[in-house]
């Protein structure tokens, strides 16, 4: 009798320590933090002659874009993703390029990453798909970020003259003191393969994209602006003052292999259209 109840006993324990063994796995596999992706309003434009977009057609066409920026929370770390038309251009805005462009901004960024309780300093990588001043606004907010760039993206902003390639200077001029990484191709940013700028160059010297693979809503390319919307991503048409139009061509065969390889998602950033069946934030894809 006594032998019988040890014996339960001891079966009972090893019950109990299976039990106990398997919630710690179960803790294991759920304590992975899901990589989260919020998408920012930062910035209207709109084109007072589309055919600078689409050389050839569309000439005196008007068209509204948006400027879309992002932010992923990692578990090892937050990366924003381009920083949109700079706050200070408010909701009237101001007229750009000689008129070819009118720019606004509804909603400041500042205020809609208050509004998740995230400040700029809380940001550990600033990823910039390409320094042209719509996608530069409000860089100057991210000094405290380490900044992922291209090597010829590099030179061409941080070079002698910025405005040769129609860069801003004054939109990033903080980042000169920012810890900065250069790289000549793709980074995998967290090292588990779910965050990676790829380059695509051709738009500017050292344009970047970036791919995020979600648990639940799978896997999404974020286009910098390898394409402003869905028709000339259709056509594959090339703006005029793009930096080179040979490497934007390859740029968007690579990256349509790229979408295709991983049944991906392209979010084109300035497609008004497609935005607006995207959920902004505070709401988020994980
Ligand atoms: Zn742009």
């Not at 750009?96 to 995230?118: D, R």
């Not at 910098?224 to 003052?241: A, E, I, M």
Request: aromatic share 10%; proline share 3%.
């Amino acid at each position: 009798m006594k032998k019988q109840i040890h014996s339960n006993i001891t079966q009972l324990c090893t019950l109990i320590l299976s039990a106990l063994l398997l919630s710690a796995c179960a803790t294991t596999t759920y304590s992975k933090k899901a990589t989260q992706l919020y998408v920012f309003n930062c910035g209207n434009i709109e084109v007072r002659d589309l055919s600078i977009f689409t050389p050839g057609t569309n000439t005196g066409k008007v068209k509204q874009m948006t400027d879309s920026c992002y932010l992923i929370k990692h578990e090892k770390g937050m990366l924003f993703w381009d920083t949109g038309l700079n706050d200070s251009l408010g909701p009237k805005g101001v007229d750009a390029w000689e008129g070819k462009f009118h720019l606004s901004v509804s909603n400041p960024l500042s205020t809609q990453l208050n509004e998740i309780n995230v400040k700029p300093s809380d940001i550990d990588f600033l990823g910039i798909s390409h320094f042209h001043g719509d996608h530069t606004g409000n860089a100057n907010l991210f000094t405290q970020s380490a900044l992922i760039i291209q090597q010829e993206e590099y030179d061409a902003a941080f070079g002698d003259d910025p405005s040769k390639a129609g860069f801003d200077a004054s939109s990033y001029k903080d980042l000169d003191k920012s810890k900065i990484k250069i790289i000549s191709g793709d980074l995998d940013v967290f090292g588990d393969g779910t965050v990676v700028i790829k380059r695509a160059i051709g738009h500017t010297p050292g344009h970047q994209v970036l791919f995020v693979d979600l648990d639940e809503s799978g896997p999404i390319v974020l286009s910098g602006d390898l394409y402003h919307f869905t028709d000339n991503r259709t056509h594959k048409r090339v703006p005029s003052f793009n930096f080179d139009k040979g490497q934007t061509l390859e740029a968007m065969e690579q990256i349509e292999a790229f979408v295709n390889q991983k049944k991906a998602r392209l979010w084109i950033q300035h497609d008004l259209e497609q935005n607006k069946a995207i959920k902004h934030s505070p709401a988020y894809y994980q």
